[in-house]
């Protein structure tokens, strides 16, 4: 049964001319009828490359918004429609201009994970593959950094050069994993890395053996010579690379590390999409596009 939706997908997005991207914490059976795959990073550039006229996004709203950004004359579908980042609406786009007039000598650098209308009022993009690259790169010393306090802080302690001004944001799932759990995950296998990402407080990231974006957390764990690792985000990364490396042994840093957004999106969501039965069309006016794609251009430019 699931072969034969899985096999429909494949005709309907070719007949269709529809390019599927999904993020890395989507389940196995979605990145299996992918045709990109990966963290914010690089499926913000893959959906720029495709030349296919329909772009699937299965992952959360804020990369759909991005993929359209990047591909106005492209129709972008989210598959599940209700799929959205908590942490990409936590700032309006009214409080950070209130703000910026507080700090009119900062950049303002802005996490991937918000929304287009916020990234009408960013200097800069990053995710979390390309922030460090991206900020050391930048010419002003005075940073904004929003909305993400851990990553921003994460950010400055290895950027210390940069000025770097925090806001009071974050992601809920990373964000709840305390010093105390890494230290019990660690002590409960005692041969495993730690690797965690930069969502995570300061307090775990002490802790860590590594730390990444997904895609570095995974390239990490297949090129080591460990043989034990613990997965210190979304809890599907644990599954991938069990999947993927059937000789290594992976563990999750908690069973709490589940993001509900990410998980909304089923096989039947990208089939429905595929049929035009279901999914969100994402529709951003010209001025929105206009504006938040210069901080994404800028992001691909320094990154
Ligand atoms: P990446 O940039 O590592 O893909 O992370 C996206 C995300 O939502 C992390 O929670
Ligand atoms: Fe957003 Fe966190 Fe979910 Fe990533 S894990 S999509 S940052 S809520």
Known sequence: ?????????????????????????????????????????????????????????????????????????????????????????????????????????????????????????????????????????????????IPDCNLGGYIAENVPEKNIKLLNGGCPVHAQITADEAKAAKCAHKDALLLVHPECKKEVVNEADFVGSTSAIIDFAKKSDKKEFIIGTEISIVEHLQFDCPDKKFYPLSKKLVCDDMKLTTLMDVYSALKGEGGLEITLDCDTIEKARHCIDEMIRLG
Request: charged share 30%; net charge neutral.
């Open 1 to 145: 049964m699931i072969n034969d939706i899985k096999n429909e997908i494949l005709r309907l997005k070719k007949e269709k001319d529809v390019c599927i991207i999904a993020h890395t914490y989507q389940g196995e059976e979605i990145l299996e009828v992918a045709d990109y795959t990966g963290d914010s990073y690089k499926l913000s550039l893959d959906a720029k490359k495709t030349s296919c006229k329909n772009i699937l996004m299965c992952g959360v709203r804020f990369m759909a918004e991005t993929a359209k950004i990047l591909s106005p004359e492209k129709r972008v579908v989210l598959a599940n429609g209700d799929a959205g980042c908590p942490m990409a609406e936590q700032m309006s786009r009214e409080y950070i201009e209130k703000i910026k007039k507080e700090y009119p000598d900062y950049s303002v650098v802005v996490y991937i994970n918000t929304t287009a209308s916020l990234k009408t009022v960013a200097d800069v993009c990053v995710t979390s593959a390309s922030a460090l690259k991206i900020v050391r790169n930048m010419e002003n010393k005075n940073i904004l950094f």
